[in-house]
């Protein structure tokens, strides 16, 4: 085990975090998200790998829920069938046999794109499928993910409170909006290397010094412009969906712009196509469910003059594009040309391969941790082939279809967040996932969206449900 510079900064926070409980501590654990690539210390007996403070976290988080009372009750209640968990318990026992049994049978059947962890030195490679070091860390990544979504979702169904949860969304804006600003800061005065000797300790390959058009990317805690906007993408599509729904609040405003702020100084071409096609969305969505019984006229004049301003934008956009040589190269260089850029060229070839281990393998896939792709879909399929892409599928509906009761509740606007902000970082990760785990921020989002609708259900249910089965559904 390798302590770093990092490490005291890891132990403050989770002690923080297991002193003052998740009750009144969860703003904490929200705090530690936008620390994407700090690690708490560095494993060099496995592969160098590194152990992050947000997995550290969610180890924490599920033993404080294991330590309330009945706590493993109400574990077991969150993974009932029938239920979210129930189909994240399946998922996750297909996973480790994936992880575990499918590269072996499938062994030199087919080749991978797998990372290489010899100092960052050969980067992405392409070798015969077989058992690999990648199996296990995968596996042990996507378990801790879903362990948040566990541990939140059973945390959140027997102490609702969704005040709690729109504070720890606002920490974990505002540290993120901070992180960025330091890092541009550092980044103009000649210390970047400051953040990646404290913030970015993960060993990963850190783009701190990447620029766009003379402009340097902004990062914050992640190791790369791609998975910073990722992340404010979700932290954008629950504060402008908060905010919609409730134009007074001035803390969904102010976190909102602050989000999309963060969108756009990435400077992360997934991110741009990814906020244009969550709006497109949302309008949709919006216009053709009873959604647009809940905004308010004022919503309603807003978002006409926000798409008169949007559509004036676009033509001034085209007219600086056509005229303004910085413009032209800005855009070409995030948007347009991105596909025919060596990086692009590279990306499309991890696409294609994961495609063919799909087929190589029977449908199988080649097991998880074992391929990469740049894409969310592609990177499940030639992962864990089509029956583990459908258990994730799966998971993600039982997600989105639970209800609560009653509607226009803040609870109710609440879950309602959380569940946009996962299709702004679905949509994200479409363009840019290498692996079928999304995170450890977008699991849990979906644990307190589960949870707090759960909980809405359970209040309701004692009013026509024998005792018995009442103790069964909890």
Known sequence: MQFLASTPIAIALIGALMFVGLRRGLWIFFAMMPLGAMAAFNL???????????????????????????????????????????????????????????????SGMTQVFTISRDANSHGIRS????????????????????????????????????????????????INLGLGLVDLASGMVGAGKIMDMVIRTANYSILSEAKMMGFKRMIGGFPEASSFG???????????????????????????LIALFCVVRSTSSAAYVAIVVYIFIYAVYSAATRMRSVLSKQIVITSILGILLV???????????????????????????????????????????????LT??????????????????????????????????????????MRVVPQGS??????????????ATIVTELL????????VFFFAMTGLATGLARSTQLVEAPKQTPPFARRRAA
């Not at 993974?79 to 996750?92: D, E, F, K």
């Not at 792709?373 to 989105?400: D, E, M, Q, Y």
């Not at 803040?410 to 967040?417: I, R």
Request: glycine share 8%.
């Open 44 to 106: 060099p007996a496995v592969g160098n790998a590194s152990f992050g403070i947000r997995e550290l976290a969610v180890i924490c988080l599920l033993g404080l829920v294991l330590a309330q009372p009945r706590g493993l009750d109400n574990v077991m209640g969150t993974l009932r069938m029938g239920q979210p968990g129930g189909v994240a318990l399946i998922l996750l026992i297909y996973c480790v046999l994936s992880a575990l049994w499918v590269p072996s049978v499938f």
């Open 432 to 439: 840019i996932a290498s692996t079928p785990n999304i995170g």
């Open 127 to 174: 070798i015969p499928l077989g058992p690999s070091s990648g199996n296990l860390t995968q596996l042990f990544a996507l378990s801790l993910s879903l362990a948040a979504f566990l541990a939140l979702a059973t945390n959140s169904r027997t102490d609702p409170d969704p005040h709690r949860i729109e504070k720890a969304m606002a920490v974990a804006t505002a």
């Open 230 to 256: 990722s992340f404010s993408m979700g932290l954008f599509g629950f504060w402008m969906h908060r905010y919609l729904i409730d134009p007074k609040s001035r803390r969904a405003l102010v976190m909102f």
């Open 410 to 423: 803040p609870t109710d606007m609440t879950v309602s967040a959380l569940k946009w902000g996962c299709v």
């Open 360 to 401: 190589d393998t029977w449908l199988i896939g080649a097991g998880l941790g074992s391929a990469r792709a740049s894409n969310w879909l592609l990177s499940s399929l030639g992962s864990v082939g089509l029956p583990g892409t459908a258990l994730f599928v799966a998971f993600l509906i039982s997600v989105f279809r």
């Open 311 to 357: 559509w004036h934008a676009m033509i001034l956009i085209f007219a600086a594009y056509q005229l303004v040589e910085p413009v032209t190269a800005f855009l070409n260089e995030t948007l347009f040309d991105k596909a025919g850029s060596s990086s692009g060229v590279e990306r499309m070839s991890w696409n294609t391969q994961a495609m063919k281990n």
